[in-house]
Protein backbone atom coordinates (compact mmCIF):
# COMPACT_ATOMS: atom_id res chain seq x y z
CA UNK A 1 0.00 0.00 0.00
CA UNK A 2 2.72 2.64 1.21
CA UNK A 3 4.83 1.70 -2.37
CA UNK A 4 1.51 2.65 -4.17
CA UNK A 5 0.74 5.71 -2.02
CA UNK A 6 4.80 6.79 -3.39
CA UNK A 7 4.19 5.83 -6.84
CA UNK A 8 1.08 8.27 -6.83
CA UNK A 9 2.84 11.02 -5.76
CA UNK A 10 5.98 10.60 -7.92
CA UNK A 11 3.07 10.32 -11.15
CA UNK A 12 1.67 13.90 -9.75
CA UNK A 13 4.85 15.49 -8.83
CA UNK A 14 5.88 14.17 -12.33
CA UNK A 15 3.03 16.12 -14.09
CA UNK A 16 3.35 19.44 -11.65
CA UNK A 17 6.50 19.84 -12.82
CA UNK A 18 5.71 19.51 -16.40
CA UNK A 19 2.98 21.62 -16.56
CA UNK A 20 5.52 24.15 -14.22
CA UNK A 21 8.45 23.68 -17.20
CA UNK A 22 5.03 24.89 -19.99
CA UNK A 23 4.78 27.73 -17.97
CA UNK A 24 8.64 28.53 -17.97
CA UNK A 25 9.08 28.08 -21.15
CA UNK A 26 6.21 30.07 -22.36
CA UNK A 27 7.35 33.03 -20.41
CA UNK A 28 10.32 33.27 -21.72
CA UNK A 29 8.89 33.24 -25.55
CA UNK A 30 6.63 35.91 -24.63
CA UNK A 31 9.75 37.74 -23.35
CA UNK A 32 12.39 37.43 -26.25
CA UNK A 33 10.40 35.98 -29.07
CA UNK A 34 13.59 33.40 -29.98
CA UNK A 35 11.83 30.15 -29.19
CA UNK A 36 9.11 31.28 -31.56
CA UNK A 37 11.09 31.90 -34.55
CA UNK A 38 13.34 28.99 -33.90
CA UNK A 39 10.62 26.75 -34.03
CA UNK A 40 9.14 28.20 -37.19
CA UNK A 41 12.48 27.87 -38.86
CA UNK A 42 13.12 24.42 -37.96
CA UNK A 43 9.41 23.67 -38.70
CA UNK A 44 9.64 25.33 -42.59
CA UNK A 45 12.93 23.23 -42.87
CA UNK A 46 10.54 19.90 -41.62
CA UNK A 47 7.97 20.60 -44.04
CA UNK A 48 9.81 20.86 -47.17
CA UNK A 49 11.47 17.67 -47.16
CA UNK A 50 8.83 15.72 -44.83
CA UNK A 51 5.54 13.59 -45.57
CA UNK A 52 2.78 15.07 -43.18
CA UNK A 53 2.77 12.08 -41.02
CA UNK A 54 6.61 12.05 -40.99
CA UNK A 55 6.66 16.41 -39.96
CA UNK A 56 4.10 15.53 -36.93
CA UNK A 57 6.61 12.96 -35.48
CA UNK A 58 9.72 15.34 -36.16
CA UNK A 59 8.57 17.85 -33.93
CA UNK A 60 7.89 15.83 -30.99
CA UNK A 61 10.75 16.16 -29.06
CA UNK A 62 10.58 18.27 -25.96
CA UNK A 63 13.70 19.38 -24.53
CA UNK A 64 14.59 21.50 -21.29
CA UNK A 65 18.06 23.55 -22.01
CA UNK A 66 20.65 21.78 -19.91
CA UNK A 67 22.01 24.71 -17.90
CA UNK A 68 18.22 26.85 -16.87
CA UNK A 69 20.52 29.62 -15.80
CA UNK A 70 22.29 29.96 -19.55
CA UNK A 71 19.73 32.69 -21.23
CA UNK A 72 20.73 31.77 -24.45
CA UNK A 73 19.46 28.05 -24.30
CA UNK A 74 16.35 29.10 -24.57
CA UNK A 75 14.04 25.49 -24.69
CA UNK A 76 12.04 25.41 -28.27
CA UNK A 77 8.22 24.89 -28.79
CA UNK A 78 7.45 22.11 -30.91
CA UNK A 79 5.47 23.50 -33.70
CA UNK A 80 3.47 21.81 -35.97
CA UNK A 81 3.06 23.32 -39.77
CA UNK A 82 0.13 25.19 -39.99
CA UNK A 83 -1.45 23.53 -42.81
CA UNK A 84 -0.99 20.10 -41.13
CA UNK A 85 -1.73 21.14 -37.25
CA UNK A 86 -4.91 20.81 -35.74
CA UNK A 87 -6.25 24.13 -35.42
CA UNK A 88 -9.49 25.40 -33.29
CA UNK A 89 -11.86 26.63 -35.47
CA UNK A 90 -11.83 30.36 -34.12
CA UNK A 91 -9.21 32.53 -33.23
CA UNK A 92 -10.25 33.03 -30.17
CA UNK A 93 -10.77 29.57 -29.18
CA UNK A 94 -8.80 28.30 -25.96
CA UNK A 95 -9.09 24.60 -26.71
CA UNK A 96 -5.72 22.62 -27.26
CA UNK A 97 -5.24 18.87 -28.62
CA UNK A 98 -2.23 17.30 -26.91
CA UNK A 99 -0.58 14.61 -29.65
CA UNK A 100 2.18 12.08 -28.57
CA UNK A 101 4.90 10.00 -30.24
CA UNK A 102 2.74 7.28 -30.57
CA UNK A 103 -0.21 8.40 -32.31
CA UNK A 104 -2.53 9.03 -29.10
CA UNK A 105 -3.95 12.72 -28.71
CA UNK A 106 -5.54 14.14 -25.61
CA UNK A 107 -8.18 16.89 -26.36
CA UNK A 108 -9.00 19.41 -23.81
CA UNK A 109 -11.48 22.11 -24.06
CA UNK A 110 -12.14 26.02 -23.29
CA UNK A 111 -13.44 24.87 -19.56
CA UNK A 112 -10.22 22.97 -18.50
CA UNK A 113 -6.98 23.79 -16.69
CA UNK A 114 -5.13 23.92 -19.53
CA UNK A 115 -7.02 26.52 -21.63
CA UNK A 116 -6.54 28.69 -18.19
CA UNK A 117 -2.89 28.01 -18.11
CA UNK A 118 -2.28 28.99 -22.16
CA UNK A 119 -4.84 31.93 -22.21
CA UNK A 120 -3.10 33.66 -19.19
CA UNK A 121 0.43 32.93 -20.53
CA UNK A 122 -0.25 33.19 -24.30
CA UNK A 123 -2.70 35.94 -24.66
CA UNK A 124 0.67 38.02 -25.74
CA UNK A 125 1.81 35.84 -28.38
CA UNK A 126 -1.68 35.72 -30.41
CA UNK A 127 -1.01 39.00 -31.68
CA UNK A 128 2.53 37.81 -33.08
CA UNK A 129 3.26 36.29 -36.52
CA UNK A 130 3.66 32.50 -37.21
CA UNK A 131 2.27 31.60 -33.69
CA UNK A 132 -1.22 30.14 -33.87
CA UNK A 133 0.23 26.78 -33.70
CA UNK A 134 0.70 27.03 -29.72
CA UNK A 135 -2.31 25.19 -28.80
CA UNK A 136 -1.19 21.87 -30.34
CA UNK A 137 1.49 20.71 -28.11
CA UNK A 138 3.43 17.59 -29.60
CA UNK A 139 4.67 15.59 -26.46
CA UNK A 140 7.41 12.86 -26.72
CA UNK A 141 10.04 13.06 -23.19
CA UNK A 142 12.75 10.70 -22.07
CA UNK A 143 10.21 9.26 -19.28
CA UNK A 144 6.89 8.38 -20.26
CA UNK A 145 3.11 10.33 -18.66
CA UNK A 146 2.84 7.29 -16.73
CA UNK A 147 0.02 8.75 -15.23
CA UNK A 148 -2.03 8.02 -18.64
CA UNK A 149 -0.65 4.99 -19.14
CA UNK A 150 -0.46 2.89 -15.86
CA UNK A 151 -2.96 0.50 -16.26
CA UNK A 152 -2.94 -2.57 -13.28
CA UNK A 153 -1.38 -5.69 -14.90
CA UNK A 154 -4.87 -7.85 -13.51
CA UNK A 155 -6.86 -5.67 -15.86
CA UNK A 156 -4.59 -6.06 -19.14
CA UNK A 157 -5.11 -8.79 -21.64
CA UNK A 158 -2.76 -10.37 -24.07
CA UNK A 159 -3.44 -11.36 -27.34
CA UNK A 160 -3.38 -14.73 -26.77
CA UNK A 161 -6.68 -13.88 -23.82
CA UNK A 162 -8.36 -11.94 -27.15
CA UNK A 163 -8.63 -14.77 -29.56
CA UNK A 164 -12.00 -16.92 -29.79
CA UNK A 165 -12.02 -17.14 -33.77
CA UNK A 166 -8.58 -17.61 -34.61
CA UNK A 167 -7.63 -15.05 -37.55
CA UNK A 168 -8.05 -16.73 -41.39
CA UNK A 169 -5.31 -17.30 -43.39
CA UNK A 170 -3.75 -14.38 -45.17
CA UNK A 171 -5.13 -14.79 -47.99
CA UNK A 172 -8.35 -15.10 -47.09
CA UNK A 173 -8.41 -11.99 -44.82
CA UNK A 174 -7.32 -10.15 -47.73
CA UNK A 175 -10.41 -11.24 -50.14
CA UNK A 176 -12.53 -10.76 -47.39
CA UNK A 177 -11.24 -7.37 -46.57
CA UNK A 178 -11.39 -6.47 -50.24
CA UNK A 179 -15.21 -7.65 -50.05
CA UNK A 180 -15.69 -5.03 -46.93
CA UNK A 181 -14.85 -2.22 -48.79
CA UNK A 182 -16.36 -2.76 -52.09
CA UNK A 183 -19.36 -3.11 -50.01
CA UNK A 184 -20.18 -1.91 -46.84
CA UNK A 185 -17.03 0.70 -46.25
CA UNK A 186 -17.67 2.67 -49.97
CA UNK A 187 -21.08 3.28 -48.24
CA UNK A 188 -20.32 4.17 -45.20
CA UNK A 189 -16.57 4.61 -45.24
CA UNK A 190 -15.16 3.96 -41.91
CA UNK A 191 -11.92 2.67 -42.59
CA UNK A 192 -9.27 4.04 -45.09
CA UNK A 193 -8.37 1.06 -47.75
CA UNK A 194 -5.03 1.66 -48.33
CA UNK A 195 -3.48 1.85 -44.70
CA UNK A 196 -6.39 -1.06 -43.85
CA UNK A 197 -4.74 -2.76 -46.04
CA UNK A 198 -1.26 -2.07 -45.06
CA UNK A 199 -1.68 -2.91 -41.51
CA UNK A 200 -3.53 -6.19 -42.96
CA UNK A 201 -0.06 -7.04 -44.52
CA UNK A 202 2.29 -6.23 -41.00
CA UNK A 203 -0.59 -8.38 -39.43
CA UNK A 204 0.55 -11.50 -40.63
CA UNK A 205 4.49 -10.28 -40.86
CA UNK A 206 6.58 -10.91 -38.33
CA UNK A 207 5.63 -7.86 -36.14
CA UNK A 208 1.96 -7.65 -36.09
CA UNK A 209 0.12 -4.90 -34.62
CA UNK A 210 -0.90 -5.69 -31.14
CA UNK A 211 -2.68 -2.72 -30.38
CA UNK A 212 -6.30 -3.37 -29.30
CA UNK A 213 -7.72 -0.59 -31.78
CA UNK A 214 -6.35 -2.44 -34.48
CA UNK A 215 -7.78 -5.94 -33.07
CA UNK A 216 -10.85 -4.84 -32.95
CA UNK A 217 -10.93 -2.65 -36.25
CA UNK A 218 -9.87 -6.09 -38.40
CA UNK A 219 -12.17 -8.67 -36.69
CA UNK A 220 -15.32 -6.61 -37.13
CA UNK A 221 -14.25 -5.79 -40.82
CA UNK A 222 -14.01 -9.75 -41.41
CA UNK A 223 -17.45 -10.16 -39.16
CA UNK A 224 -19.28 -8.14 -41.90
CA UNK A 225 -18.05 -9.91 -44.68
CA UNK A 226 -18.77 -13.27 -43.49
CA UNK A 227 -22.45 -11.35 -42.36
CA UNK A 228 -22.54 -10.24 -46.01
CA UNK A 229 -21.53 -13.97 -47.36
CA UNK A 230 -24.27 -15.14 -44.89
CA UNK A 231 -26.86 -13.25 -46.25
CA UNK A 232 -26.46 -13.79 -49.76
CA UNK A 233 -26.17 -17.79 -49.41
CA UNK A 234 -28.32 -20.68 -48.99
CA UNK A 235 -26.26 -22.37 -46.67
CA UNK A 236 -24.89 -19.55 -44.49
CA UNK A 237 -24.54 -21.07 -40.80
CA UNK A 238 -21.02 -21.62 -41.17
CA UNK A 239 -20.71 -17.84 -42.07
CA UNK A 240 -22.30 -16.87 -39.36
CA UNK A 241 -20.64 -18.81 -37.23
CA UNK A 242 -17.46 -17.16 -37.98
CA UNK A 243 -19.26 -13.41 -38.51
CA UNK A 244 -20.24 -14.10 -34.78
CA UNK A 245 -16.98 -15.42 -33.76
CA UNK A 246 -15.00 -12.34 -34.94
CA UNK A 247 -17.36 -9.92 -33.11
CA UNK A 248 -16.72 -11.92 -29.92
CA UNK A 249 -12.64 -11.01 -31.27
CA UNK A 250 -13.60 -7.84 -31.00
CA UNK A 251 -15.64 -7.71 -27.89
CA UNK A 252 -12.79 -9.53 -25.57
CA UNK A 253 -10.75 -6.02 -26.47
CA UNK A 254 -13.06 -3.32 -25.55
CA UNK A 255 -12.21 -2.98 -22.30
CA UNK A 256 -8.14 -2.65 -23.08
CA UNK A 257 -9.62 0.37 -25.69
CA UNK A 258 -11.74 1.99 -22.81
CA UNK A 259 -8.55 2.08 -20.81
CA UNK A 260 -5.77 3.16 -22.93
CA UNK A 261 -6.41 3.64 -26.13
CA UNK A 262 -7.22 7.16 -27.39
CA UNK A 263 -6.70 7.63 -30.86
CA UNK A 264 -8.74 7.51 -33.98
CA UNK A 265 -8.32 3.85 -34.62
CA UNK A 266 -10.16 3.14 -31.12
CA UNK A 267 -12.74 5.21 -32.31
CA UNK A 268 -13.50 3.43 -35.56
CA UNK A 269 -13.00 0.06 -33.98
CA UNK A 270 -16.08 1.04 -31.40
CA UNK A 271 -18.17 2.96 -34.24
CA UNK A 272 -17.63 -1.15 -36.09
CA UNK A 273 -19.08 -2.56 -33.46
CA UNK A 274 -21.87 -0.21 -33.03
CA UNK A 275 -22.45 -0.69 -36.76
CA UNK A 276 -22.45 -4.21 -37.10
CA UNK A 277 -24.73 -4.44 -33.96
CA UNK A 278 -27.21 -1.83 -35.49
CA UNK A 279 -28.29 -4.97 -37.57
CA UNK A 280 -29.35 -7.35 -34.93
CA UNK A 281 -32.50 -7.59 -33.17
CA UNK A 282 -31.04 -6.53 -29.74
CA UNK A 283 -30.06 -2.40 -30.45
CA UNK A 284 -28.57 -2.43 -26.73
CA UNK A 285 -25.28 -2.90 -27.97
CA UNK A 286 -25.67 0.10 -30.63
CA UNK A 287 -26.95 2.31 -27.72
CA UNK A 288 -23.52 1.39 -25.85
CA UNK A 289 -20.72 1.24 -28.64
CA UNK A 290 -22.59 4.53 -30.54
CA UNK A 291 -21.88 6.39 -27.19
CA UNK A 292 -18.74 5.45 -26.19
CA UNK A 293 -17.73 6.20 -29.81
CA UNK A 294 -18.66 9.88 -29.74
CA UNK A 295 -17.09 10.19 -26.66
CA UNK A 296 -13.86 8.96 -27.40
CA UNK A 297 -14.10 10.85 -30.12
CA UNK A 298 -14.58 14.13 -28.79
CA UNK A 299 -11.68 12.85 -25.89
CA UNK A 300 -9.41 13.52 -29.47
CA UNK A 301 -11.09 16.28 -30.66
CA UNK A 302 -12.85 15.17 -33.59
CA UNK A 303 -15.04 17.15 -33.14
CA UNK A 304 -13.83 20.45 -34.11
CA UNK A 305 -12.51 21.57 -37.27
CA UNK A 306 -9.03 21.36 -38.11
CA UNK A 307 -6.60 23.21 -40.77
CA UNK A 308 -6.13 20.63 -42.84
CA UNK A 309 -7.74 21.04 -45.41
CA UNK A 310 -8.54 18.34 -48.00
CA UNK A 311 -6.02 16.12 -47.20
CA UNK A 312 -6.91 12.95 -46.81
CA UNK A 313 -6.23 12.43 -43.09
CA UNK A 314 -8.26 15.27 -42.64
CA UNK A 315 -11.25 13.81 -44.55
CA UNK A 316 -10.60 10.60 -42.66
CA UNK A 317 -11.44 12.40 -39.19
CA UNK A 318 -14.35 14.06 -40.95
CA UNK A 319 -16.15 10.85 -41.89
CA UNK A 320 -15.44 8.99 -38.56
CA UNK A 321 -17.06 11.80 -36.67
CA UNK A 322 -19.52 12.20 -39.03
CA UNK A 323 -20.17 8.10 -38.77
CA UNK A 324 -20.70 8.68 -35.05
CA UNK A 325 -23.06 11.93 -35.45
CA UNK A 326 -25.16 9.76 -37.80
CA UNK A 327 -25.83 6.98 -35.06
CA UNK A 328 -26.28 9.40 -32.07
CA UNK A 329 -28.78 11.41 -33.61
CA UNK A 330 -30.73 8.23 -35.44
CA UNK A 331 -30.36 6.68 -31.43
CA UNK A 332 -32.06 9.76 -29.94
CA UNK A 333 -34.84 10.77 -32.45
CA UNK A 334 -36.08 7.10 -32.50
CA UNK A 335 -36.03 6.13 -29.06
CA UNK A 336 -36.37 9.58 -27.60
CA UNK A 337 -33.08 9.26 -25.46
CA UNK A 338 -30.49 12.46 -25.20
CA UNK A 339 -27.73 12.92 -27.31
CA UNK A 340 -24.35 12.62 -26.68
CA UNK A 341 -23.19 15.32 -29.06
CA UNK A 342 -24.23 19.03 -28.05
CA UNK A 343 -25.42 20.52 -31.32
CA UNK A 344 -24.24 23.94 -30.14
CA UNK A 345 -20.55 22.25 -29.68
CA UNK A 346 -18.87 21.48 -33.01
CA UNK A 347 -17.53 22.74 -36.17
CA UNK A 348 -16.38 19.82 -37.81
CA UNK A 349 -17.33 20.13 -41.55
CA UNK A 350 -19.69 18.07 -43.31
CA UNK A 351 -17.81 14.86 -45.68
CA UNK A 352 -16.42 16.16 -48.91
CA UNK A 353 -19.26 16.51 -51.48
CA UNK A 354 -17.18 14.60 -54.60
CA UNK A 355 -14.43 12.85 -52.50
CA UNK A 356 -11.52 11.95 -54.88
CA UNK A 357 -12.05 8.32 -53.76
CA UNK A 358 -15.47 8.26 -54.21
CA UNK A 359 -16.47 6.53 -50.68
CA UNK A 360 -19.80 6.87 -49.68
CA UNK A 361 -20.78 8.19 -53.39
CA UNK A 362 -23.87 5.71 -54.82
CA UNK A 363 -25.50 5.26 -58.20
CA UNK A 364 -29.13 4.44 -57.64
CA UNK A 365 -31.32 4.07 -61.00
CA UNK A 366 -28.65 5.92 -62.85
CA UNK A 367 -28.29 8.66 -60.13
CA UNK A 368 -25.23 9.59 -59.03
CA UNK A 369 -25.79 10.92 -55.24
CA UNK A 370 -23.28 11.28 -52.18
CA UNK A 371 -25.18 8.68 -49.82
CA UNK A 372 -23.07 9.19 -47.03
CA UNK A 373 -22.84 13.05 -47.13
CA UNK A 374 -26.91 12.98 -47.20
CA UNK A 375 -26.66 11.02 -43.95
CA UNK A 376 -24.78 13.28 -42.42
CA UNK A 377 -27.04 16.34 -43.48
CA UNK A 378 -30.05 14.32 -42.42
CA UNK A 379 -29.06 13.54 -38.82
CA UNK A 380 -28.47 17.63 -38.63
CA UNK A 381 -32.31 18.20 -39.21
CA UNK A 382 -32.59 15.51 -36.86
CA UNK A 383 -30.57 17.03 -34.04
CA UNK A 384 -32.50 20.42 -34.81
CA UNK A 385 -36.32 18.46 -34.61
CA UNK A 386 -34.82 17.05 -31.36
CA UNK A 387 -33.92 20.23 -29.71
CA UNK A 388 -37.14 22.36 -31.05
CA UNK A 389 -39.49 19.22 -30.37
CA UNK A 390 -38.52 17.30 -28.10
CA UNK A 391 -36.13 18.66 -25.62
CA UNK A 392 -37.47 18.68 -21.76
CA UNK A 393 -37.27 22.61 -21.55
CA UNK A 394 -39.62 23.08 -25.07
CA UNK A 395 -42.18 20.45 -23.68
CA UNK A 396 -41.97 22.16 -20.34
CA UNK A 397 -42.28 25.87 -22.02
CA UNK A 398 -44.94 24.54 -24.86
CA UNK A 399 -47.01 23.49 -21.63
CA UNK A 400 -46.79 27.00 -19.45
CA UNK A 401 -47.66 28.65 -22.98
CA UNK A 402 -50.65 26.64 -23.51
CA UNK A 403 -51.72 27.29 -20.39
CA UNK A 404 -51.52 30.94 -20.74
CA UNK A 405 -53.27 30.47 -23.44
CA UNK A 406 -56.38 28.55 -21.40
CA UNK A 407 -56.13 30.91 -18.52
CA UNK A 408 -57.18 34.10 -21.53
CA UNK A 409 -60.00 31.65 -22.62
CA UNK A 410 -61.14 31.64 -19.30
CA UNK A 411 -61.21 35.36 -19.05
CA UNK A 412 -62.79 36.01 -21.95
CA UNK A 413 -66.56 35.61 -22.48
CA UNK A 414 -67.51 32.59 -24.60
CA UNK A 415 -69.61 34.57 -27.47
CA UNK A 416 -66.53 36.41 -28.77
CA UNK A 417 -65.26 33.24 -29.87
CA UNK A 418 -67.96 32.23 -31.93
Same mark, same amino acid.
Given at each position: ?????????? *??????? &??? &?? /?????????????????????? &? @???????? /????????? &????? %??????????????? +? !????????????? =??????? !????????????????????????? %???????? =????????????? $????????????????????? +??????????????? #?????????????????? *??????????????????????? @??????????????? !????????????????????????????????????????????????????????????? #??????????????? @???? $????????????????? %??????? *??????????? +?????????????? *???????????????????????????????????? !????????????
Amino acid at each position: MDSRKRDSRT *YVEELEK &RIE &RM /QEQLESMTRSGIGIQRGVENTT &R @RSRSSSPV /QSVESTTDY &REPED %PADGDNIPEMPQVPP +D !KSLHPSAENDQSI =VIDSQDG !KMRYFGASSAFSALTDAKVNGLETQ %PHTGNWRH =VAQRSAHPWQLSN $WIPHVLQDGLERRIFEPLPCK +DTTVQLAREYFATFN #HAIPLFEEASFMRSVDRQ *YSWNPDDSASWWISLNIALAISY @RERAHASSSASDNWK !KSLGHVKNALNAVVDVFLRNTDIAAVQGLLGLALYFQGTPNPQALFMFAAAAMRLAQSIGL #HRENASGASPEAEQR @RRVY $WIAFILDSDISIRVGRP %PVQDIED *YDTHLPTENPP +DGRGVLTIDGTRIN *YFRLLAQLAQIQRLVIRQLYTVTVRQKRAVELEEVY !KFEASTPAHIFL
